[in-house]
């Protein structure tokens, strides 16, 4: 459940009391000041948001299969706050054709996960494996919870209103525990999903996409953290970010998971990935992280900044979580610094001191932070505190799947994953 105070209207919100700054942030895709409560406190920071109606055009699409997809979500009788579809069933990817059309992956978020079970279950019994006989929708929630907080259901044939058939996989997740991946990179797993184009649907964006733009402009600044030469393209660009969330992942190792799957991602979605990211990137060049470079009017080359302060900068503004799992890595060998940084301090123990970090000045100084931009380490550092991130959420998620879906169906799946794999 979300946090009673903001439960019931949706989260609170704090509003800038002078209409020309309201109008103003309205035109912005993206500010650090706006997200300063999030910075400092992760999710719980949500209750002193600014206004959602932050300008989230970059993140609304149009799917191949948009009509139908809409069909089949209106034949879910339970409650859905928000639906997304992904993935080479919503957006074309390199490696399908015409007659190799995959199943339509979807992810709903719900206020109360049991509740949602409940009705499906009722709805849907067929959906299910047979864990619903061993205590229906409670054992499900109990499921669900476990590893990156997310119930799949996959290779599902639903009828939609006009009788259309179609094979899906849906996931469910409780709206808190999406948000708090959004805002804190808890798992990385449904933050990860969000870190590409993806189709939205339902009618509850604001608040959902507020914190996914916080999520897309921390992608992004990892992305570039990860890339080794200081020049790169928006190609190299968007498959660094691609890759974040496969980071650790088991199945990327065992043969589970397509290894050109960034790859054939960006090469289908560029334009998506431009439009997804094109204000960001904006908003990196005006804060001089990135300079353009000499590049063609459709693929931009960038030049990223050897200014250490500028990275120490976009190192404070990470997610909470992820920011604690990278910082431990310094703790020892920066312990001077630290010991004169409670900002810093206080990330590390998860000691929340009064949000006096002043991101309208690009941060107060940060001896540590300082620090930790300027090690030469710090690239496999960031590639740790992914795996750290990620590795175990997705272990659970693979084991559950085995429950979730039934032994067939979980057979079936890992080896049309493993097909493309050894066909890759």
Not at 248 to 263: F, I, Q, S, T, Y
Not at 301 to 306: C, L, M, Q, V
Request: positive net charge.
């Amino acid at each position: 459940m979300l946090h009673s105070k903001a439960y019931s209207a949706g989260l609170r919100v704090a509003r800038p009391r002078n209409a020309f700054l309201t109008s103003l942030y309205r035109l912005l895709h993206y500010d650090d000041r706006y997200y300063k409560h999030i910075v400092c406190r992760g999710y719980d920071g949500m209750e002193k948001v600014p206004p959602t109606d932050v300008c989230d055009r970059n993140q609304l699409f149009e799917g191949n299969s948009e009509a139908n997809v809409e069909r089949l979500l209106q034949s879910f009788k339970s409650s859905i706050e928000v639906s997304f579809g992904y993935g080479s069933g919503v957006f074309q990817q390199s490696g399908y054709t015409g007659k190799s059309t995959p199943q339509i992956d979807l992810i709903h978020l719900v206020r109360n996960a049991q509740s949602f079970h409940e009705g499906n279950l009722h709805q849907y019994p067929e959906h299910y494996s047979g864990i619903k006989y061993f205590g229906g929708s409670h054992a499900i929630e109990k499921v669900q919870r476990l590893g990156a907080g997310i119930y799949f259901n996959p290779y599902v044939k639903m009828k939609d209103e006009s009788g259309r058939t179609s094979l899906i996989k849906y996931g469910t997740i409780e709206l808190r525990d999406a948000l708090l991946d959004l805002t804190e990179w808890s798992s990385l797993y449904i933050a990860g999903r969000l870190q590409k184009p993806v189709k939205l649907m339902h009618n509850f964006r604001p608040l959902f996409t507020f914190a996914n733009q916080y999520n897309l402009k921390n992608a992004l600044a990892v992305g570039i953290l990860l890339i080794k030469p200081q020049n790169f393209d928006e190609y190299e660009l968007y498959e660094s970010i691609t890759k974040i969330s496969y980071l650790g992942d088991l199945r990327m190792l065992v043969g589970g998971e397509n290894p050109n799957k960034a790859k054939n991602i960006v090469s289908k979605q560029y334009d998506s990935f431009k439009k997804l990211y094109g204000p960001l990137i904006d908003y990196m060049v005006t804060r001089g992280v990135l300079a353009r470079v000499n590049g063609d009017d459709d693929v931009a080359k960038f030049s990223r900044t050897s200014d250490s302060r500028k990275i120490s900068n976009l190192l404070q503004t990470l997610p909470i979580q992820f920011r604690r799992k990278l910082y431990k890595q310094f703790e020892n060998k920066y312990a001077s610094a630290l010991s004169q940084d409670p900002i810093a301090q206080s990330t590390i123990t998860g000691k929340v001191l009064r949000e006096s970090a002043n991101l309208d000045n690009n941060m107060l100084a940060s001896p540590f932070a300082d620090s930790v931009a300027s090690d030469p380490q710090l690239r496999k550092s960031v590639v740790r505190a992914i795996k750290q991130t990620v590795a175990y959420p997705a272990l659970v998620q693979t084991i559950k799947g085995i429950f979730s879906a039934g032994l067939m169906k979980s057979v079936q799946y890992a080896w049309e994953k493993n097909t493309k794999f050894r066909n890759s």
